[in-house]
């Protein structure tokens, strides 16, 4: 199973990507905090957002900022 990595700052404009259905059909999209806790506040808007073929492919990572 194949997982595209991508900040979670970058969902806003997976949607004007070209073809990003196929993306989520091709591999599960993970994205990452990059550091700021802001992953419930990307889940929200990602549920309003993004169409449901991508969305549900979708998966959330947290990691530690960096000082």
Do not use: K, M, Q, Y
Not at 10 to 16: A, V
Not at 17 to 32: C, D, F, K, S, T
Not at 40 to 45: F, L, P, T
Request: glycine residues 6%; charged residues 30%.
């Amino acid at each position: 199973e194949l997982h595209f990595l991508l900040g979670s700052d970058s969902l806003r404009d997976l949607p004007t990507w070209r073809e990003p259905a196929r993306i989520g059909a091709l591999a599960v999209i993970v994205a990452v905090n990059r550091g700021r806790d802001a992953a419930a506040a990307e889940r929200e808007w990602c549920g309003r957002h993004l169409p449901r073929e991508i969305s549900e492919r979708l998966r959330f990572v947290t990691i530690p900022a960096t000082s």
